[in-house]
């Protein structure tokens, strides 16, 4: 992922990553969301064109009594996104394949209390450092500070509850061009063991392009690491495994790691190796050499236009093709390694979803050769990653 820090009218880029755990919903109740959702695009239709329209929904209570609303967006491809201010969730995305059949191309849970269980981070916006930091310490201005070790010994997606399990502020929009969600979130100074109040600004907006964007902007009033990403599992097909998807990445170079999943520092060419995705591969056909299946960071070639383009996915079956464009300075690609097919896995197999999360390298605060993530005061990080869908 790649941010853009600026202060004053100057500006300057820096770049960061992550992963792990799990969760899905059972077939029925997907079916029955799809034809409730099916239904919402019928209401929207004037005759048979689809329209560019924004409308929102309760979604429930959270265990605390704050309710919950989800917004449907919609374009006239037919193309339809749903987002709660639970986490900033993206619970659902639905996309008609070449036959002009829509199906939910996400993985998600049927309600409310399911993502507010411990999870596999399903559509969220993770932070307040997303990915891993080595024993969930780091050093900043002489003063170690120590994070959650919620993925032991280590800090995963900002921690015990991360920007996955809080409540934002949420308020939607419409222009000829987009419909959209504007979400904020204060996350106080020692949140989860960071230092400085940080304001997070996170807007979703679709267009007729087909093209659903992500704009980040946040500031700080101290020092503090910052690696935001949304971790979307995407499933082209709609169901069964993501093994025949075909990815091409633009990324020359990844980023080796320990048994515990922490980058050893050194970027490395994908030539030669199952990393390689600098021309099209189906996903399947080397993951057996990777141990565990890919979750790692690929660092995506830099390119003076921005957003860059970073990755193309496509599902031959249906025809859905996904591109992924991003101002951030890697992708981490994660295969659903931890999917299990039970609750707390939404009741999706292994392997069942992948994971393109835009983002800075993980454990950079420890890595003072990667680009640093350190946001300073007067400084607004800010990253756009926009994904693309059509049809083949």
């Known amino acids: ?14 770049l960061l990553t992550g992963c792990s755990e799990e969760k899905s919903p059972s077939p029925d ?4 969301a799809s034809d409730q959702n099916h239904a919402k695009d019928a209401d929207m239709n004037t005759g048979n064109e689809y329209q560019l329209t924004v409308q929102s ?18 374009n006239d491809k037919g193309t339809n996104v749903n987002i709660i201010n639970y986490g900033a969730i993206v619970t659902a995305v639905y996309l008609p394949d070449r036959d002009g059949k829509s199906e939910n191309i996400t993985l ?17 916006i993770c932070g307040r450092y997303a990915n891993r930091i080595k024993d969930g310490k780091f050093s900043l201005n002489g003063k ?5 070790q919620n993925i032991p010994p280590n800090h995963l997606h900002g921690g015990e509850a991360g920007f996955d399990k809080k409540v934002w502020a949420a308020e939607s929009f419409s222009t000829k061009t987009e419909v959209g969600v504007r979400l904020s979130l204060v996350s ?14 996170v807007v979703y907006s679709l267009n007729n392009n087909n093209e659903l964007k992500i704009d980040y902007t946040a500031t700080s009033d101290q020092e503090t690491p910052i690696n935001v990403t949304n971790h979307c599992y995407w499933n082209l097909a709609g169901e069964g495994k993501i093994l025949d998807h075909e990815l091409l990445l633009n990324c020359d170079q990844y980023l080796p790691v320990t048994e515990e999943a922490i980058p050893t520092g050194e970027l490395k060419s994908v030539k030669g190796t199952p990393m390689d995705f600098t021309s099209a591969h189906k996903i399947g056909e080397r993951i057996e050499q990777v141990a565990g299946g890919y979750d790692h960071c690929w660092v995506v070639n830099p ?8 990755a193309r996915v496509k599902d031959p079956e249906s025809g859905r093709v996904m591109e992924v464009l991003t101002t951030e300075p890697g992708v981490q690609f994660y295969t659903g390694n931890f999917l299990d097919g039970t609750p707390a896995s939404g009741g999706y197999p292994k392997n069942g979803g992948f994971c393109l999360e835009a983002q800075h390298f993980p454990n950079s605060p420890n890595q003072p050769e990667f ?22």
């Open 371 to 392: 680009p640093s993530t350190i946001l300073k005061p007067g400084q607004v990080y800010q990253q756009t990653t926009v994904h693309k869908f059509s049809v083949e």
């Open 108 to 124: 998600g849970f049927d309600s409310l209390a399911a993502y507010e269980n411990k999870g596999p981070y399903f559509g969220a």
């Open 144 to 148: 170690e500070y120590q994070l959650a």
């Open 29 to 32: 109740s997907r079916k029955a």
């Open 57 to 74: 929904e309760p979604f429930g209570t959270t265990a605390n009594g704050q309710e919950i609303t989800q917004f449907l967006l919609s």
């Open 1 to 14: 992922m790649q941010w853009k820090y600026w202060s004053g009218i100057t500006s300057a880029l820096l």
């Open 303 to 310: 390119s003076e236009k921005q957003p860059t383009f970073c």
């Open 188 to 201: 106080p100074d020692g949140e989860e063991g960071y230092p400085g109040k940080l304001t997070l600004k």
